[in-house]
């Protein structure tokens, strides 16, 4: 049996919760619409990151703001857009990043329909050493993350890994 996986950037990993205020919304070419969404953290040095999604499913990142700054030259990618394997095997998810900053963590995370995104694990690079993985995913989730890339490998798959995944950019706390 095969089961699917999807794949996408972003994702602010010190936001607590985020509520988007209106549904869906749809507008024809020049129109111009307003999105936004409420959030609360516990911390002073938060990021917002937001993204677009294409008709094709194609997510891209569009900025991401600091706390009073202005929209940072931050990038993340996922690699590829979908991956399948079969229960029992393995896969590999791929993001590359670029940023300014030194020391950065790269994040996981899945997202099933409906529900909130659950936090896999979070790997330092570019000079971070700090690694994280929640209870759930010590047996059979592992992430490298380098100086542009980061990975993310599940082992012994279940059907119960079909998910969206996410890859998130932050700086190192």
């Known amino acids: 049996m095969n089961l699917h996986l999807l794949l996408l950037a972003g994702l602010s990993t010190e936001v607590n919760s985020v509520t988007q205020r209106q549904g869906q919304l749809s507008g024809v070419q ?3 619409v307003t999105l936004d969404c409420t959030f609360s953290t516990e911390d002073a040095g938060y990021d917002t990151y937001w993204y677009k999604q294409d008709s094709s499913w194609q997510t891209k990142y569009l900025f991401r703001r600091s706390a009073g700054s202005s929209a940072l030259g931050d990038s993340v990618k996922s690699n ?3 991956v399948s394997g079969s229960v029992g095997g ?3 998810l791929t993001c590359s990043y670029t940023t300014s900053d030194t020391y950065v ?3 996981w995370y899945r997202q099933y329909p409906n529900q909130a995104p659950q936090y896999i694990l979070l790997r330092g690079a570019k000079g971070s050493t700090f690694s994280d993985t929640a209870d759930f995913a010590q ?3 592992s992430s490298q993350a380098n100086d542009s890339a980061t990975a993310l490998n599940i082992t012994a798959l279940e059907l119960a890994d079909s ?3 996410y890859c ?3 700086r190192a706390q």
Do not use: I
């Open 139 to 141: 047996k059979r989730f």
């Open 163 to 165: 998910a969206v995944y």
């Open 90 to 92: 393995s896969v590999t």
């Open 168 to 170: 998130a950019l932050q």
């Open 80 to 82: 590829q857009l979908e």
């Open 30 to 32: 020049s129109d111009s």
């Open 105 to 107: 963590s790269l994040s």
